[in-house]
């Protein structure tokens, strides 16, 4: 089992920076790749950005590309997500999750083990 705990969301302007956080317990972190996935009000989860279990790849929906960065320290546990040039159309909840998996998914259904989210949003 892998326990996630997202922080770090909040109410920001439009053009601000943000940066989640997502702590992990439980199996070896290091063993699993990670994915941020943002739901809106009304709408259905969207992936956001991914990294594998290393660190040495990452993907970014093209809604995000340039704007989020996606990271991790293994030693700590930890995985971040750096937003910056923040839109209204970013305000979502948050979520960061593991599959199975030394790799990335771009699906939901893949990842299975969930934080409970933080939500994020962005006034114009």
């Known amino acids: 089992q892998v326990q996630l705990v997202e922080s770090g969301g909040g109410l920001v302007q439009a053009g601000g920076s943000v940066r989640l956080s997502c702590a992990a317990s439980g199996r070896p972190f290091s063993w699993y790749a990670v994915g941020w996935f943002r739901q809106a009000p009304g709408k259905e989860r969207e992936f956001a950005a991914a990294i594998t279990s290393g660190g040495g790849s990452t993907s970014y929906a093209d809604s995000v590309k340039g704007r989020f960065t996606i990271s991790r320290d293994n030693a700590n546990n930890m995985v971040y997500l750096q937003m910056n040039s923040l839109k209204p159309e970013d305000t979502a909840v948050y979520y960061c999750?593991?599959?199975?998996?030394?790799?990335?998914?771009?699906?939901?259904?893949?990842?299975?083990?969930w934080g409970q989210g933080t939500q994020v949003t962005v006034s114009s």
């Open positions: 999750a593991a599959p199975r998996s030394a790799r990335y998914s771009y699906t939901g259904a893949d990842y299975v083990y």
